[in-house]
């Protein structure tokens, strides 16, 4: 019997990511989140998939807690085979317009929640002599597209921290995996932070036109940590545009510059987003 923890496995993608590897057999997994009703739910679906759990109460963004939940995994010469680092919010808007105080609530969960995941658990993955970690970030952390700042800042940062951890952990046994994955159906819009309508409009249409369902994201992300692949980016357009990003970064922003400068970028965000482009 193999041993995850997964943070955020309340709702949406962390309840995806467990009910995939509930059905793939062989694992117990520790649900994490401060919903506890949301826990009770996914570890009954866990169960029922035929995968067996526990539920954890934390806030990923309080280090004690995080550490916590690090010492009751490990308890007792428990093994962590794979930590996922999944919990996160959104906070969109212009940078300068977006109030600090959803900056420090995105960057608490986003960026320190995924760090504290790490710090509390890699200690106990080398002791054990192995291990793998999952970070999910978001394309968004590729690309920074407009009126996303807190939301880009944090998941690129989480990317630049994988990349750290896969050199760091290699002479250890510990693989790294950060998930990228672009717009998909998921719970991050019951409590986003927005400063406009427009900012409303677009992550919902976004969201509601992905094409590619949580399922999907959560099977191909698992399969990259089974393969100890770095990145993950599970959408054909995520792939596509970071083909075009790192072809010519300044065509990319040049582009997307030019519509903002001619008014029409939010209408054509909007079209990229019922298409299924984004």
Same mark, same amino acid.
């Given at each position: 019997?193999?041993?995850?923890?997964?943070?955020?496995?309340?709702?949406?993608?962390?309840?995806?990511?467990?009910?995939?590897?509930?059905?793939?057999?062989?694992?117990?997994?520790?649900?994490?989140?401060?919903?506890?009703?949301?826990?009770?739910?996914?570890?009954?679906?866990?169960?029922?998939?035929?995968?067996?759990?526990?539920?954890?109460?934390?806030?990923?963004?309080?280090?004690?807690?995080?550490?916590?939940?690090?010492?009751?995994?490990?308890?007792?010469?428990?093994?962590?085979?794979?930590?996922?680092?999944?919990?996160?919010?959104?906070?969109?808007?212009?940078?300068?317009?977006?109030?600090?105080? &959803?900056?420090?609530?995105?960057?608490?969960?986003?960026?320190?929640?995924?760090?504290?995941?790490?710090?509390?658990?890699?200690?106990?993955?080398?002791?054990?002599?192995?291990?793998?970690?999952? &970070?999910?970030?978001?394309?968004?952390?590729?690309?920074?597209?407009?009126?996303?700042?807190?939301?880009?800042?944090?998941?690129?940062?989480?990317?630049?921290?994988?990349?750290?951890?896969?050199?760091?952990?290699?002479?250890?046994?510990?693989?790294?995996?950060?998930?990228?994955?672009?717009?998909?159906?998921?719970?991050?819009?019951?409590?986003?932070?927005?400063?406009?309508?427009?900012?409303?409009?677009?992550?919902?249409?976004?969201?509601?036109?992905?094409?590619?369902?949580?399922?999907?994201?959560?099977?191909?992300?698992?399969?990259?940590?089974?393969?100890?692949?770095?990145?993950?980016?599970?959408?054909?357009?995520?792939?596509?545009?970071?083909?075009?990003?790192?072809?010519?970064?300044?065509?990319?922003?040049?582009?997307?510059?030019?519509?903002?400068?001619?008014?029409?970028?939010?209408?054509?965000?909007?079209?990229?987003?019922?298409?299924?482009?984004?």
């Amino acid at each position: 019997m193999s041993n995850a923890v997964i943070t955020g496995a309340g709702s949406g993608f962390g309840r995806a990511l467990a009910l995939t590897l509930a059905k793939r057999g062989g694992w117990k997994i520790l649900i994490a989140d401060i919903n506890r009703a949301g826990m009770e739910e996914t570890l009954a679906m866990v169960r029922k998939a035929g995968g067996e759990g526990e539920v954890f109460e934390c806030d990923v963004s309080k280090p004690e807690n995080v550490q916590s939940m690090s010492d009751y995994a490990f308890s007792d010469g428990k093994r962590v085979d794979l930590l996922i680092n999944n919990a996160g919010v959104v906070s969109c808007g212009f940078v300068g317009d977006i109030p600090l105080e &959803n900056w420090i609530w995105c960057v608490g969960i986003n960026f320190w929640g995924m760090l504290y995941g790490c710090h509390s658990f890699i200690p106990g993955m080398k002791a054990q002599g192995g291990g793998h970690i999952i &970070n999910v970030a978001s394309s968004a952390g590729l690309f920074s597209l407009m009126e996303m700042g807190p939301y880009n800042v944090t998941k690129a940062a989480v990317i630049s921290l994988s990349e750290t951890m896969r050199q760091e952990l290699v002479p250890h046994k510990i693989g790294v995996t950060v998930s990228c994955p672009m717009f998909f159906n998921t719970h991050l819009l019951d409590n986003m932070r927005y400063q406009d309508q427009f900012q409303n409009e677009f992550a919902h249409s976004a969201f509601e036109h992905g094409r590619m369902s949580a399922e999907e994201v959560a099977q191909r992300t698992i399969r990259a940590y089974e393969k100890n692949i770095l990145y993950v980016i599970p959408q054909f357009t995520g792939k596509y545009y970071w083909i075009l990003k790192r072809l010519s970064p300044s065509i990319f922003y040049g582009v997307i510059s030019y519509a903002v400068k001619k008014g029409y970028s939010e209408k054509l965000a909007l079209f990229l987003t019922r298409i299924g482009m984004m």
